[in-house]
C-alpha cells in the first residue's frame, strides 16, 4: 500500500466514523430525546456504535429501566442513580472518575465497568454477589443495603473504604486483602470474621454480627486517635483494646511490615 492509498483509506475511515450512528438500546418512544441529550456532550462515535465521552454522563432521576446507549470509555463521572434500571449492560468499561449506580433495581454487577479511577457506587439495589465487579478501584467500594451472599469477586485492593454493611453476608470469604482506610461489614449475618483483609488502614467495623470470636480479625488496623472515634476496632461484642490484645497474643505483626504505616505496631512481637 503506497503512502497516498494509506492517507486516502484513513480520511475514509475518519469519515465513516463521523457519520456512524450511536447503537441506542433505550425506549424507542424516548429515541430523539436521548439523541439530543447525547449531542450535547463531548462524544465519540465508534464505528460498533459505542460512544466514548470526553467529561461526565448523569443519566440520574430519568425513570429508565437500562442504560440507553453502549458507553466505551468516560474520562469523568458516570452517573445514573435513582433510576429503575435492572442490569448494567451499556456501562462504559473505564471510568476516569467515580461510577455511580445507587439507588436502582441492578440484581448484578456482570457489564460494569473493568477499571474505575474513582469510587464505584452500587449501593441500594438488588445486587446478590460482586461477580462482574471492577478489577480496579481508585478510591472507595460501597455495595451497602443490597442482597449480597458473598463478597467473591471484590477487588483484592481498596485504596479508600470498602463498605458492604447491611447486606446478607455469612462470611466474608473473597474481601480484598488490603484496605487503605475504612472496612465496613455492620449489620450483616457474620459469625465469624473470618476472611477479613490482612491490613486495614483506618478502622473496621463489625457491629451489628453475632460475631463469637477474634479469630480471623485483620492483622493490622489503624490505631485509634484520641480526637476521632472513627478510626480502630468497631464492634459491639470486642473493644479495641480486646482486639489489640488478641493480635499481639497471636502474634499477627512480625516485624517486617512497614514502620510508616503509622499504626499501632508497638510491642507486638
Not at 467500594?141 to 481498596?158: K, Q, R, T
Not at 459469625?191 to 483483609?197: A, C, D, F, V
Request: include cysteine; charge should be negative.
Amino acid at each position: 500500500m503506497n503512502k497516498d492509498h494509506k492517507l486516502l483509506e484513513e480520511a475514509y475511515q475518519s469519515i465513516y466514523e463521523s457519520v456512524s450512528e450511536p447503537l441506542y438500546v433505550g425506549p424507542p418512544k424516548r429515541k430523539e430525546e436521548f439523541l439530543r441529550w447525547l449531542n450535547q456532550l463531548p462524544r465519540t462515535i465508534h464505528p460498533d456504535g459505542s460512544v466514548s465521552v470526553k467529561g461526565d454522563v448523569n443519566l440520574s432521576d430519568l425513570k429508565i429501566n437500562r442504560i440507553p446507549f453502549k458507553f466505551k470509555n468516560v474520562t469523568g463521572k458516570f452517573v445514573c442513580v435513582r433510576n429503575k434500571i435492572v442490569s448494567l449492560e451499556g456501562a462504559p468499561e473505564s471510568v476516569g472518575d467515580n461510577f455511580m449506580c445507587n439507588h436502582n433495581e441492578i440484581n448484578s454487577l456482570e457489564g460494569a465497568p473493568v477499571k474505575v479511577e474513582g469510587s464505584f457506587y452500587c449501593s441500594n439495589n438488588n445486587i446478590t454477589s460482586l461477580e462482574g465487579a471492577p478489577k480496579e478501584v481508585g478510591e472507595d467500594f460501597d455495595c451497602d443495603g443490597n442482597n449480597i451472599v458473598s463478597l467473591e469477586g471484590a477487588p483484592e485492593i481498596i485504596k479508600g473504604n470498602f463498605m458492604c454493611y447491611s447486606n446478607n453476608l455469612t462470611s466474608l470469604k473473597g474481601a480484598p486483602k488490603e484496605v487503605g482506610e475504612g472496612f465496613w461489614c455492620s449489620n450483616n449475618n457474620l459469625t465469624s470474621l473470618k476472611g477479613s483483609p490482612k491490613i486495614v488502614g483506618d478502622s473496621f467495623h463489625c457491629d451489628g454480627n453475632p460475631i463469637d470470636s477474634l479469630e480471623g480479625a485483620p492483622e493490622v488496623i489503624g490505631e485509634p486517635v484520641e480526637y476521632n472515634n472513627y478510626y480502630g476496632f468497631h464492634s459491639d461484642r470486642f473493644s479495641d483494646e480486646d482486639y489489640r490484645s488478641f493480635a499481639k497474643k497471636k502474634k499477627y505483626v512480625d516485624g517486617n511490615l512497614s514502620k510508616d504505616l503509622n499504626l499501632d505496631l508497638e510491642d507486638f512481637s
